[in-house]
């Protein structure tokens, strides 16, 4: 079993930067491709990015556009999401998930976290 939690999220104005966490107990991430997902009031959970085991490959929505980067660090059991340029569109809640494989979908994924809000006033 993993456990994850995100961590991270807030209040931002548009054209704001915010830095996702999240951290994983139970098992090392090493194993893990990881990716973030959110999902905004009335609407689907989306894939957000994803990133390999080994941080080597990344995959970003088309609506990310450069503005949010996916790192991770193996040693600390944390995967990163650095948002820039945020966009009142971006208000979400935006979870981490842990899959043993690459995937934009989030069915593949095994384990989620609580997810943290993310709320950018315009």
């Known amino acids: 079993q993993v456990q994850l939690v995100e961590s991270g999220g807030g209040l931002v104005q548009a054209g704001g930067s915010l830095r996702l966490s999240c951290a994983a107990s139970?098992?090392?991430?090493?194993?893990?491709?990881m990716g973030w997902f959110r999902q905004a009031p009335g609407k689907e959970r989306e894939f957000v990015a994803t990133?390999?085991?080994?941080?080597?490959?990344?995959y970003y929505a088309d609506f990310v556009n450069g503005r949010f980067t996916i790192t991770r660090d193996n040693a600390r059991n944390t995967v990163y999401l650095q948002m820039n340029s945020l966009k009142p569109e971006d208000t979400a809640l935006y979870y981490c998930?842990?899959?043993?494989?690459?995937?934009?979908?989030?069915?593949?994924?095994?384990?989620w976290g609580q997810g943290t809000q993310v709320t950018v006033s315009s």
């Open positions: 998930a842990a899959s043993n494989g690459m995937s934009q979908n989030g069915r593949t994924y095994d384990y």
């Open positions: 139970g098992r090392t991430l090493s194993r893990y491709t």
């Open positions: 990133i390999s085991w080994r941080g080597s490959s990344t």
